[in-house]
C-alpha cells in the first residue's frame, strides 16, 4: 500500500518514519549491535548472500536476522538452518520495511534475548529496488545488492538506492560469461550516482568476493558497548 | 514517494486510482485501442521484449508506447528506433505508473496523433515487482515477466503480481543451463497463485517463446472501433 504523489503527507511520513529509524539505533548504539539493511531487487541474492555469511561468521560474531517478507516465511527458515535467531516480519501489501515494522521485530528479538549479547543484526528488506531505499530502519549501514542479469543501466535508471548505499554487492558474478554486460560500465554508472560506494562483485556459486564481502562486515561491527538500556 | 499502512487513506487512494483507470480505459474503447500494461522486476526484459515485438509485429499492427520510469529515457529511446511513438513518463520518486499519469501520457499521444488509427498500446510499468500490481492505469490485460535467475520462488513471495496477470512471461530460458533453477515448481507455484494465466517461456537471445507471445498479443487486440470520442 503506498500513495500517489503528495509532497506534505509524504514528507510527514518520511518524518515519523524516520524518528522511529533513529529511536531504533539508539537501541542498537546502546547495546553495542551494528544493523547492515541488505536491499535489492527480488532474486538478487539476498537470502544466499545471509547463508553464507551466517555460515562463515558463526563463532566470530553473535548474529540476528530480521527478515522482511510480503507473505511466507520461505527465506527465515533457510535462514533458521545456520543457528541464529531469525525473526520473521510479514509485511502483507507494503513493499518495503519501515521503521515501525522493525522496531516490532526488535520487541520481539527481546523477548527471547539478551540483545547485550549480539553484534549484529541483519535486515533483509523486501524484494524491490525502490522503495526500502527511502525508509530507514535504524540500520548503521545500507547494502544494495544488484545482480549482473538486471543490467549496466539500473543505477541510472533506480538513482536512490545506488545514492544510499554505504556498500554495493554485485551478485552473480558467475553468470557473466552467459551475458551482455559491460561490467566496466556498470561501475561507472555506479559511480556517477555514489562516488564513495563500496562495490563488491560476488557469486555464492564460485564464491569470488565472499572474502571482501566477510571483511567488510566485520569492518562495520562496532567494538562493543558499556553502557545499558 | 509511498505511505506505511494506512487502511482508510489506502483504500481512498485506489478506488481515487481506480476511477482514473476506468476512464483511461473507456478512451482506449472508444478509440479501438487495446492498452496491455507490462510489469516485473528491474531487468527482467520488458524493454528488450518491447524491442523485439515492435519489430515483428510493424506492418501488422499500429502501436504506441508509454515508457514509465522514475528517471532516465534511456528505454524509451531504444524503443524509439522502432518507428512506433513512444511516450516517456518520469516518476521522479514514485514506484509504479498510477492512472493519473498515463492519463497524461494519454493526453500528450493525442496532441501528435490520432488515436483511432492505432491497435494498441503497450504501457511500461516502472521495474518494482510489487507496486505496479496495486494500480490499474486502464489496461484491458496486465503482463507480469518474471526472469529465470529471480528464482522459483517468488510467486509465492510476491503473491499479488502473479495472482493479477493475465500472461506471465518467464523470460531468459537461455540462461537456464547456468542456474539451480526447477522450473516446473515455478510453474507450479504459478498455478498455486493464479490457474488461469497463461505462461509463455521467452529468450529474447534465442528467441524461444516469441513468436507464442506475438500470438497472444494479436488475440489481445479488438475488432476496430466504429464509435468515436
Given at each position: 500500500?503506498?500513495?500517489?504523489?503528495?509532497?506534505?503527507?509524504g514528507?510527514?511520513?518520511?518524518h515519523v518514519n524516520?524518528?522511529?529509524a533513529?529511536?531504533?539505533?539508539e537501541?542498537?548504539?546502546q547495546w553495542?549491535?551494528?544493523c547492515l539493511?541488505?536491499?535489492?531487487?527480488?532474486?538478487a541474492?539476498?537470502?544466499?548472500?545471509?547463508e553464507k555469511?551466517?555460515?562463515?561468521?558463526?563463532?566470530q560474531?553473535?548474529m540476528?536476522?530480521?527478515?522482511?517478507?510480503?507473505?511466507?516465511e520461505?527465506d527465515?527458515d533457510?535462514l533458521?538452518q545456520?543457528?541464529?535467531?531469525?525473526?520473521?516480519?510479514?509485511?502483507?501489501?507494503?513493499c518495503?520495511?519501515?521503521?515501525k515494522m522493525?522496531?516490532?521485530?526488535?520487541?520481539?528479538?527481546?523477548?527471547?534475548?539478551?540483545?547485550?549479547?549480539?553484534?549484529l543484526?541483519f535486515?533483509?528488506n523486501?524484494?524491490?529496488?525502490?522503495?526500502p531505499?527511502?525508509?530507514?530502519?535504524g540500520?548503521h549501514?545500507?547494502?544494495?545488492?544488484?545482480?549482473v542479469?538486471?543490467?549496466?543501466?539500473?543505477?541510472?535508471?533506480y538513482?536512490i538506492?545506488?545514492?544510499?548505499?554505504?556498500?554495493l554487492?554485485?551478485?552473480?558474478?558467475?553468470?557473466i560469461?552467459?551475458?551482455?554486460?559491460?561490467?566496466?560500465?556498470?561501475t561507472?554508472?555506479v559511480?556517477s550516482?555514489n562516488?564513495?560506494?563500496?562495490?563488491i562483485?560476488?557469486s555464492?556459486k564460485?564464491?569470488?568476493?565472499?572474502?571482501?564481502?566477510?571483511?567488510?562486515v566485520?569492518?562495520?561491527v562496532?567494538?562493543?558497548a558499556t553502557t545499558?538500556?
Amino acid at each position: 500500500m503506498h500513495q500517489t504523489f503528495d509532497a506534505a503527507l509524504g514528507l510527514n511520513l518520511l518524518h515519523v518514519n524516520q524518528d522511529g529509524a533513529d529511536h531504533n539505533r539508539e537501541h542498537f548504539d546502546q547495546w553495542g549491535i551494528t544493523c547492515l539493511n541488505l536491499m535489492s531487487s527480488p532474486g538478487a541474492g539476498k537470502t544466499v548472500l545471509l547463508e553464507k555469511t551466517l555460515a562463515a561468521l558463526q563463532g566470530q560474531l553473535t548474529m540476528a536476522v530480521i527478515e522482511g517478507d510480503m507473505t511466507t516465511e520461505l527465506d527465515a527458515d533457510r535462514l533458521r538452518q545456520y543457528g541464529s535467531p531469525v525473526i520473521a516480519i510479514n509485511t502483507g501489501r507494503s513493499c518495503h520495511l519501515d521503521a515501525k515494522m522493525v522496531a516490532g521485530g526488535i520487541h520481539r528479538f527481546k523477548e527471547d534475548y539478551n540483545p547485550s549479547e549480539f553484534d549484529l543484526v541483519f535486515v533483509e528488506n523486501v524484494g524491490n529496488l525502490v522503495c526500502p531505499a527511502e525508509f530507514e530502519v535504524g540500520e548503521h549501514a545500507k547494502v544494495a545488492l544488484l545482480s549482473v542479469t538486471e543490467g549496466e543501466d539500473k543505477p541510472l535508471k533506480y538513482p536512490i538506492m545506488f545514492q544510499e548505499a554505504d556498500c554495493l554487492l554485485i551478485t552473480k558474478t558467475d553468470l557473466i560469461p552467459h551475458l551482455d554486460l559491460d561490467l566496466e560500465k556498470l561501475t561507472t554508472n555506479v559511480r556517477s550516482m555514489n562516488p564513495h560506494v563500496t562495490i563488491i562483485p560476488v557469486s555464492a556459486k564460485t564464491g569470488e568476493g565472499l572474502e571482501t564481502w566477510f571483511h567488510w562486515v566485520k569492518s562495520q561491527v562496532k567494538v562493543p558497548a558499556t553502557t545499558s538500556i
